[in-house]
């Protein structure tokens, strides 16, 4: 019997782009993988049609809010991806999707220069053919991702229908994420630099709130830039959980992801002027204090080897049983070594 074919449903918003081809685009969720070309490709392939049924081939046709269509992907595909032995710290699993609770240094989908001991090559083979396909390709269920060094949850779809529906809950910003960073400096409501930063605002209990979009770097492909005219819709929620330094030079904050792009927790740190410890692409050349840390929490600081970010909690309803699932990961080793140094040397603030 051969794999059921993938149907995205998708209602053009208020102030939509001006062009069918852009606002299906723009529409369709990253694990789709619809680009502009394979979205062209489909339209003179018959596959987009509106409520009505009716086959839409013009992908520059004029668009209205409300109106409804849907593009009918063709059945996954096999990949040449390989499966391997992996070891993975399993935190959940059943038969509609596995929760992982992943280390550093695993780059979660294959890609140019790393097609091997990757996330997913791990889930090929615990998983078997009951993993999920969409876009195209036979592969894991994906439907979010975090950076290779950064550590802690994540959840992957072993069927369509749980793939589906995780990623409208993905969509919809209704997935409870928490992060857990250390940063130079503080997230502080009396830091007048701050309030007076462009899409920065406090709100109660000293919650700093980030909207701004986010989008590629102007110069750099591989990395992520704040804008306000162009890009993804981004915010980060930060408040700070520990201080650490006389006067403050670094603290241990807690981040929550309304959305979820590329890099966002990152960038939006650095946007605000609490660059990650350890971040080599955002992190910048901000030099810790020795008279405010100590020596060694400052080389703790300089020594450690990736961005010190951690997805601590995850939260979701479950696309099959509608069953609450919360899940809750410790720091790692190195994580909780880093932040011990900074309260044992750091002179840690009230």
Same mark, same amino acid.
């Given at each position: ?23 299906? #685009? ?22 987009? $049609? ?24 063709? #059945? ?20 509609? /999707? ?5 280390? =550093? ?9 790393? #097609? ?7 889930? /090929? ?55 857990? #960073? ?31 979009? /986010? ?24 408040? $700070? ?7 403050? =030079? ?25 660059? /990650? ?45 509608? =069953? ?27």
């Amino acid at each position: 019997m051969s794999d059921p074919l993938q149907i995205l449903r998708l209602t053009i918003p208020a102030d939509p782009p001006d062009r069918l081809d852009k606002a299906l #685009a723009s529409l369709a969720p990253a694990e789709a993988a619809l680009s502009r070309s394979r979205l062209s490709r489909l339209l003179a392939e018959g596959a987009v $049609t509106d409520a009505a049924g009716t086959v839409i081939r013009n992908g520059k046709a004029r668009v209205a809010e409300g109106e409804e269509y849907r593009i009918t992907l063709p #059945a996954p595909e096999p990949v040449e991806v390989r499966a391997e032995a992996i070891p993975l710290n399993v935190v959940y699993e059943d038969d509609e /999707l596995i929760v992982i609770d992943k280390a =550093a240094g695993m780059v979660v989908h294959p890609a140019p220069g790393a #097609a091997q001991g990757t996330l997913v090559n791990a889930l /090929l083979h615990h998983c078997g053919d009951s993993l999920s396909g969409i876009g195209g390709e036979r592969r894991p269920g994906i439907v979010h991702r975090i950076d290779k060094d950064t550590t802690g949850l994540m959840v992957a779809a072993k069927s369509d229908r749980a793939h589906q529906g995780l990623a409208r809950q993905f969509e919809a910003h209704s997935v409870h994420r928490r992060y857990l #960073a250390a940063v130079h400096g503080a997230v502080d409501p009396a830091d007048p630099r701050l309030r007076g930063l462009s899409g920065v605002q406090f709100e109660p209990g000293g919650i700093l709130r980030i909207a701004t979009m /986010l989008g590629r770097h102007p110069t750099d492909r591989q990395r992520q830039a704040v804008s306000f005219d162009h890009g993804r819709h981004a915010v980060t929620r930060a408040r $700070t959980l520990r201080s650490f330094g006389n006067p403050t =030079a670094a603290s241990l904050i807690e981040c929550w992801l309304e959305t979820g792009r590329t890099h966002q927790i990152r960038v939006h740190m650095t946007y605000a002027g609490l660059g /990650l410890i350890g971040d080599p692409v955002y992190g910048g050349n901000r030099r810790a204090s020795v008279a405010a840390l100590g020596q060694a929490a400052v080389e703790a600081m300089q020594s450690f080897p990736r961005q010190a970010l951690h997805a601590a909690e995850l939260g979701f309803v479950h696309p099959v049983t509608g =069953a609450e699932m919360r899940f809750a990961s410790d720091l790692p080793d190195d994580f909780a070594a880093l932040v011990h140094r900074l309260e044992g040397e750091g002179n840690p603030a009230p």
